[in-house]
């Protein structure tokens, strides 16, 4: 278990009721800024595949 960053969480609520697209940028950022809790195998596989679909559509340079 990895250390809370709470300035990140008070500034990045997840949204009450998440789309897929909310819920994968918001992992993504979370990621980078916070490691509160790990990434899920699961998790990190749908981000893997978010990631993937969004880089074919040119739509973001993505590094996780
Ligand atoms: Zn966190």
């Known amino acids: 278990m990895g250390k ?5 969480h ?3 609520k ?3 009721n998440p789309t897929r697209e909310e ?3 918001w992992h993504r950022e ?11 195998p699961k998790l990190q596989k749908e981000l893997d595949e978010f990631l993937k679909g969004r ?4 739509e973001i340079n993505g590094n996780l």
Request: hydrophobic share 30%; with cysteine.
């Open 30 to 40: 979370h990621l980078k800024h916070c490691d509160c809790h790990p990434v899920t």
């Open 4 to 8: 809370i960053n709470k300035e990140w």
């Open 55 to 58: 880089m074919k559509e040119g």
């Open 23 to 25: 819920r994968m940028l």
């Open 14 to 16: 997840m949204p009450k």
């Open 10 to 12: 008070r500034a990045n």
